[in-house]
DNA sequence: CCCCCCCTTTGACCCAGATCAAAGTTCACT
DNA sequence: AGTGAACTTTGATCTGGGTCAAAGGGGGGG
């Protein structure tokens, strides 16, 4: 096991994927994420210790909505959260996905300009905003971590749109099971025999995947046979997914290869 | 004049325009954002006037090559800059748009994920990048003003996806245009007789427009040509654009109106 | 004042992905 | 286990915007 794991870590390195042998969550203090607390003084970790509180939002379940002036900001433990965006008319996009470790809501910011709601079942610690934020101007070694995350996210963001304005519909499919055998944090799943697959659950559901990548259902589903015909990819079943080789995943995402 | 002014900024209180009668230049300091000056006590302001530089960059020319080590931090004084990102094999976007009073650059970061390039002539106001973040632990009020500025850069790019990802080309060359309606700070040019009207010369190329919105030159001027025939704009000429109702506009944006 | 180059527009045609329709899976609930 | 509803796949057809090609402007330089 220990062994297995030092192999995956080793090749998640070479393909510069961010293998997670377990999550880092902090010892001492609520927050999920170890850099963080590395930030923190003692006192602030008991403060925060004192603030936060446990939730569980089973899947489906709304934690924000679009528009309302927001009251909570909260690190997630477990499970994916989805932040939509939707036009009068109805169409929609998903704008970020938030994994264990991640930080929902805006230091700050009284109104929130997207809907937050679970994927998954999700587990959240959560800050009471008024609170958190009467902390924060007192301990700017916090709020300089939470700008580097916003700032990581801003990155993601942009990568998206690159995405969604010049990629084909294969590449967009690969760049997102990429992204998301990237972020699950249980990599433990890896392939013993072979250490370049990875084998894991799909947080979204087909219609979800559409709304993420600007394209309809029925695209989604007829690229992700395609994959599945090229052997880039397997479906164990709907949600299950096994990728021989990470690699070939990697290269369908950038290679618009016609035909 | 002033009479004018006061109707036009009336008027885009009303239809939410950032109406800006002239950029906002602190008068005792270097930076071009009264907002961020605010927030800066004396030692501050003399402090970033030492550190800070001033240079012009003719139209076209590169500020900052995409990953490379970037060692500048600067304060757009005028101009427009553009940020892109370019796929292996040439596919190109524009991400995002710099106008006067915006921040170029990262704090606290090596490398930059994009290509900077002046749109137009821009006048830049710079910050050593060591210098300046030698004096940000010291001026947490400083970082907070930058860490909120990142979040409307969020904002802003996550609209934009929503715009890549499910709106039509018309949709699409209508919110650009009113995009750059809101940004381009020389507003003085509203129609006298028409207090809604707006009159301005665009930053960007056909070709750049095309980048930004993730379409072809093609499409982008058969749609300008289409939202000229419906009377929702007048071109003067190809740079040089006339709206007479920006409410027209605002309804083109985000109303697909087949046929 | 004219010419040339570059940017833009317009036209003709095509194709990737949308739309509409129907059949196949999966899984929760009885 | 049986059943139904929701999700997914597959097929047929359509279309918005891409691609290729050629014809206008506009403005700077001679």
């Known amino acids: 096991m220990a062994r297995r794991s030092a192999t995956a870590a080793a090749v998640c390195e070479e393909l510069s994927l961010s293998y997670v042998e377990s999550p880092t969550r902090c010892g001492t203090c609520a927050i999920r994420h170890k850099a963080i607390c590395a930030a923190l003084c003692a006192d602030e970790i008991s403060a925060l210790n004192r603030l936060s509180r446990r939730r569980s939002v089973p899947a489906g379940q709304t934690i924000l909505g679009e528009g309302e002036a927001h009251t909570i900001f909260a690190n997630i433990v477990s499970g994916v959260v989805k932040l939509t965006k939707t036009l009068d008319d109805g169409r929609q996009h998903i704008i970020g996905l938030l994994f264990a470790s991640d930080f929902l809501g805006r230091a700050f ?8 709601e679970a994927a998954t079942d999700v587990e959240l610690c959560i800050f009471p905003a008024a609170g958190f934020e009467k902390l924060l101007p007192d301990h700017p070694g916090l709020e300089h971590r939470l700008f580097q995350f916003t700032l990581s996210e801003l990155d993601a963001c942009q990568e998206w749109m690159l995405l969604l304005a010049r990629k084909r519909a294969e590449e967009r499919v690969a760049s997102f099971l990429l992204m998301i055998a990237k972020r699950v944090p249980n990599m433990d799943c890896l392939h013993t025999e072979n250490p370049g697959g990875v084998r894991f659950q799909l947080p979204l559901s087909r ?4 709304d993420c990548l600007g394209l309809t259902i029925e695209t989604v589903s007829r690229q992700m046979t395609r994959l599945k015909t090229k052997g880039v990819i397997e479906l164990v079943n709907y949600r299950e997914i096994v990728i021989p080789d990470i690699r070939a995943l990697q290269q369908a995402a950038y290679e618009a290869s016609p035909a």
Chains 1, 2 share one sequence.
């Not at 219609?207 to 559409?210: H, K, R």
């Open 109 to 116: 910011r009284r109104d929130n300009p997207y809907f937050a």
């Open 207 to 210: 219609a979800e995947i559409s």
